[in-house]
Structure formats: C-alpha cells, structure tokens
C-alpha cells in the first residue's frame, strides 16, 4: 500500500517562504507522477502544481506561477514545493498526491487523476 508522507508546513507572514516535501513510499512504482493540491476551509480542493516522472515537466496553477516551484529528486518518489512570496490566500491544507502511469513525461492536474493521497499539512499565511 503506497504512503504518501508530507512535512514541512507552518505559519508564515505575509511574504514569507515555506518549503514542503512529500515522499513516497510501500507501493510498487514504475512510472510514478506527482502533484500537490490544497484545501482551503470551506472550498474545495483545488490543484496547485504537478511534476512527471522524467523529462522535468512541470505544470502550475495560475495563481501560483512565478512564486511556487515544484521539482523532484531524480529517479526517486520525492517531491518538494518551494512557496515564495506567501500570501494569505495561500493558507490550506497542502496535500501531496500520486498515480502510477504508462507516461513519463506526462503531468497530472486533477483531483480524480491521482489515487495515492497524503494526509495534508497545513500552511498558514498571517497578513
């Protein structure tokens, strides 16, 4: 059974960074994609960022282009999210997300596209 284990979130003002790691493990992975996603109270999960397997392809939601990066420790299942520039709309649950796939360079920005789920961390912005 795959585990999915988050860490690194926190509080952090207005402006402020934070980095999350996620890393993969128990399972049975060939060509495994990654992601993150985020809840925030009342709304629903929504995507945030996606790495592939190989190739460095990298997919973001708009509202955090130019501020968040996603990258992937080579052939391995671990993923980090660099958060710069933190705003209080930032604030969630960030959970980290998994699925096997036939394609390595393909990227995933569905909530339904993944099977492997973590269990959240949370970041919180203050303004």
Not at 16 to 37: D, E, H, K, P
Request: charged share 20%.
């Amino acid at each position: 059974q795959v585990r999915l284990v988050e860490s690194g979130g926190g509080l952090v003002p207005t402006g402020g960074s934070l980095r999350l790691s996620c890393a993969a493990s128990g399972g049975t992975f060939q060509i495994y994609a990654m992601g993150w996603f985020r809840q925030a109270p009342g709304k629903e999960r929504e995507f945030v960022a996606a790495v592939s397997q190989s190739e460095g392809r990298t997919d973001y939601a708009d509202s955090v282009k130019g501020r968040f990066t996603i990258s992937r420790e080579k052939a391995k299942n671990t993923i980090s999210l660099q958060m710069n520039s933190l705003k209080p709309e930032d604030t969630a649950v960030y959970y980290c997300a998994g699925r096997n796939t036939y394609y390595s360079g393909r990227v995933y920005s569905g909530t339904t596209d993944y099977k492997d789920w973590g269990q959240g961390t949370q970041v919180t912005v203050s303004s």
